[in-house]
């Protein structure tokens, strides 16, 4: 399969646990995006990766979320002393750049649940 | 900021009916434009996109959506849906020099057969 894969697809963590998420984008892929999706709505950017640069954060990513991609290829998103409004479904995305554009494709997720 | 606003929460359709889904978008520059479908327990997948040039796109499983510059929109429409068409569409917008896609909330779609 070559589509975006993410890992672990649940975890279900308690409260002022640290977690840890990784994506593997498509190999040819040079963007990689994170989001957060919450029941009833679309999908939150929080940041994203070229190569293994982080160009972009949203002011929805607080200083317990981190998030990193050292060789440029898989990518992983840490969430430090977790909070119950820490539950959502992370995604992970990939896309290539050209000059026209760009189109994200989606991993499955990782549902998070923080008791 | 961007902003997208989708007008309906949950459209409830006959098989073989018209379905045209609303997508608003607030942004002042030039855009790249997208509806992603998300089937039940399917991660989201591209339905189309608009770039440039024909403002009316066509996409997979006879979808199509038109963007009106001066309305700020791009509908998704289909002349008749199928129950296999069941699933969550979500209207995404993206300014053309920022790499920051801005998703809207939503249209959840229930097909009867």
């Known amino acids: 399969d070559t589509g975006v894969s993410q890992n672990p697809r649940h975890k279900i963590t308690k409260r002022g646990q640290n977690v840890t998420f990784r994506c593997d984008p498509i190999s040819e892929h040079n963007r990689l995006y994170w989001y957060r999706q919450t029941l009833g709505q679309g999908p939150e950017f929080l940041t994203y990766f070229q190569n293994e640069a982080q160009l972009e954060k949203s002011r929805l990513l607080s200083d317990r979320f981190s998030a990193e991609r050292p060789k440029g290829s898989f990518s992983t998103l840490e969430i430090q002393r977790t909070e119950q409004g820490d539950s959502a479904m992370y995604l992970c995305?990939?896309?290539?750049?050209?000059?026209?554009?760009?189109?994200?494709?989606f991993g499955p997720g990782t549902r998070l649940t923080v008791l | 900021a961007q902003s997208v606003s989708q007008h309906n929460h949950h459209v409830i359709l006959s098989e073989a009916a018209s379905l045209e889904l609303g997508c608003n978008y607030s942004y002042g520059g030039t855009v790249n434009l997208f509806w992603y479908v998300q089937y039940p327990g399917q991660h989201l997948q591209l339905l189309l996109k608009?770039?440039?040039?024909?403002?009316l796109v066509k996409g997979i499983k006879g979808f199509e959506a038109e963007f009106i510059k001066s309305k700020f929109s791009f509908n998704l429409r289909k002349p008749s849906v199928q129950w296999s068409d069941t699933a969550e569409y979500f209207c995404?917008?993206?300014?053309?020099?920022?790499?920051?896609?801005?998703f809207g909330p939503g249209t959840r779609l229930s097909v009867l057969p």
């Open positions: 995305a990939s896309s290539f750049t050209w000059t026209g554009g760009n189109e994200q494709f």
């Open positions: 608009y770039f440039s040039g024909d403002p």
């Open positions: 995404a917008v993206r300014g053309n020099y920022g790499q920051n896609f801005v």
